[in-house]
């Protein structure tokens, strides 16, 4: 089961070309999550946008699946923001996970943040981008007052390869996109999905310190990390494994990859999926 990240980034319509070795081997679950794609509504009440009312939506979902489908647990893999729903859920309810896989695994949001902005400015005096120095500077470290500032931080991320080694994450969606999957209305709830799921969890999002509330897990826990991601720095993860209690602990690099490791390097991504079987 695929936690994704965003907030508000559903990946239903963009994850089955990449995922569809894994078909081989699991039953593969990909859900838009509350506010977020197909379960984008304008009836969601805002209040209900925290946290704890994603982990208690992921656990009934969880429990539903290994009741329809007759198991005893699953693999469970969260990406970027869905690393905090993922680790928490492994921390709280390790009676229904195999697995914990955190993608792009959030640690410490506040210095992420800062890492990520001063990756950013450091690439941009690099290679003397003086638009990029001059917005940069404007908007000055984070946590940030509106959506805009974090925009431009990560526009200049994405220009600089923080964000993917190759590419950037609007061509990865076009290239992997069914169609059978997405329709004009199904896009346009995509949108409107992420700026209402930013808009409000943002604030609690960055006030997440995994560090801090898990130190131990009962379940084996891997971290699937491109050496390239500095929109969720990968060294905090290095810090991270380091305190952390677990049965089993291990990261996986993804040498040519930066925050979307399972869909830069699918391959190895979904082999090593595969090898946990």
Known sequence: MFLHGGPGTAQIFFSRKPQRKLEDHFIVVNWDQRGAGKSYSESIKESDMTINTFLHDSQELIEYLINRFNKKKIFLVGHSWGSILGIKLAA???????????????????????????YTLGQAIKFENYKAIRELKRIGLPPYSDLNSAGIQRKWLSKFNGTMRNGNIF???????SLSDVSISYLIKFIKGIMFSLKNLENEQMSV??????????????????????????ELVEEYIEILEAPQKKIIWFENSGHLPNFEEPEKFNNFCISLL
């Open 171 to 177: 061509r990865t969606i076009f290239m992997n996109m």
């Open 92 to 118: 709280a309810r390790p009676d229904l996970i195999f697995a914990y896989i955190g993608i792009g695994q959030i640690v410490n949001m506040q210095k992420g943040e800062t890492i990520s902005y001063n």
């Open 209 to 234: 310190n995994i560090m801090q509330k898990v130190r131990k897990l009962d379940v084996p826990v891997y971290f699937c990390e491109g050496k390239y991601d500095y929109t969720v720095p990968f």
